[in-house]
Nanobody, 127 residues
Framework: QVELTESGGGSAQAGGSLRLACTAS??????????VCWFRRAPGKEREGVAA???????NYADSVKGRFTISQDKSKNTFYLQMNSLEPDDTAMYYC???????????????????WGQGTQVTVSS
């Protein structure tokens, strides 16, 4: 079992930046592959994957965030980040991190691939 804890949400003006963090309760062995994905759910919309990372480095982004969001990891801290720049009001949503054992290239953005989820952190962008 992997428990995930998100942090870093809050409010920002359009054009601003926020960085989300997701800390995992377990430290995978160096021989274990995994994928992590950031999802978001805006009011009245379905949850969508926005950025995913494979433990060996490959990343994958939704078209809506390409060039603005960056996913990264700090293995020494069991923590994954989502740097969000050039924020837009449409980025307003609850953001979740999710985990799956096993690597994949490109790492998937569909929620059915992931079986460990955090509780979410709210991001609100005002115009």
């Amino acid at each position: 079992q992997v428990e995930l804890t998100e942090s870093g949400g809050g409010s920002a003006q359009a054009g601003g930046s926020l960085r989300l963090a997701c800390t995992a309760s377990r430290s995978p062995s160096r021989y274990t592959n995994y994928c992590v994905c950031w999802f978001r759910r805006a009011p009245g919309k379905e949850r969508e994957g926005v950025a995913a990372l494979d433990s060996n480095g490959p990343v994958n982004y939704a078209d809506s965030v390409k060039g603005r969001f960056t996913i990264s990891q700090d293995k020494s801290k069991n923590t994954f980040y989502l740097q969000m720049n050039s924020l837009e009001p449409d980025d307003t949503a609850m953001y979740y991190c999710a985990w799956k054992w096993g690597g994949w290239k490109p790492p998937p953005l569909d929620e059915s691939s992931y079986n460990h989820w955090g509780q979410g952190t709210q991001v609100t962008v005002s115009s």
